[in-house]
């Protein structure tokens, strides 16, 4: 077992063989692959991706961004140059592989163009388009922040890519700033996905 749970690789194969069990579990008790089931993996891969996603988000927000000031500086390098661009990472492609799979998962089950129109291709008619639709704007705004707002700016306030000096603290603040703004959006959009699967 300590070779499974000392090496994340190990681990992450043995969770993803464990979830494959569950789904030889469903086939011997009848259950098919029909398009409900390959629907189901993506909303599970979209899920999975959320987790990682918003998990960093909501880590950058609520662990790392108020404790930097408490270290010492001669301790930061270790943060700025070798924790926050592995997290960075897994952050912005949690953010790529959660929408690919939230759009897939929409055109799977047939609500892409409703939800993204939220409902006017229904004549606003069908709340649960519009809760979806909120979320997936919310989602796809998240997303856009992550790519072309964040990540450009945190590259240059971690000096990962050449910059004038003065513009790290500028560029560390657009990217805490708009991290910010996505801790804001991701509360109403958690809710209008998950109003979207449940009260309507």
Do not use: C
């Not at 089950?109 to 909120?134: Q, S």
């Amino acid at each position: 077992m300590a070779a499974i749970l000392t090496s994340l690789r190990n681990t992450v194969i043995a969770g993803f063989l464990l979830a494959l069990i569950l789904v030889i579990f469903y086939l011997r008790q009848g259950g098919g692959l029909e398009l409900q089931f390959w629907a189901f993996i993506v909303r599970w891969l979209h899920v999975v991706s959320g987790v990682m996603w918003i998990g960093l988000l909501w880590y950058f927000n609520f662990v790392q961004i108020p404790n930097m000031p408490k270290i010492p500086d001669e301790q930061k390098p270790a943060v700025s140059k070798v924790i926050a661009p592995a997290a960075l990472f897994w952050f912005r492609w949690g953010a790529m592989s959660t929408i690919f799979f939230g759009i897939v998962l929409a055109h799977l089950n047939g609500y892409l163009l409703d939800a993204y129109t939220l409902g006017a291709a229904e004549g606003f008619t069908v709340p649960k388009d519009i809760a979806i639709g909120i979320g997936m704007w919310l989602g796809t705004i998240m997303w856009f922040n992550v790519w072309f707002v964040i990540w450009p700016n945190q590259k240059i306030a971690l000096g990962l890519v050449e910059a004038a000096a003065d513009q790290k603290p500028k560029a560390a603040r657009t990217a805490m700033l708009f991290s910010r703004t996505n801790t804001l959006l991701s509360i109403p959009m958690l809710f209008a996905m998950v109003s979207a699967q449940n009260i309507y």
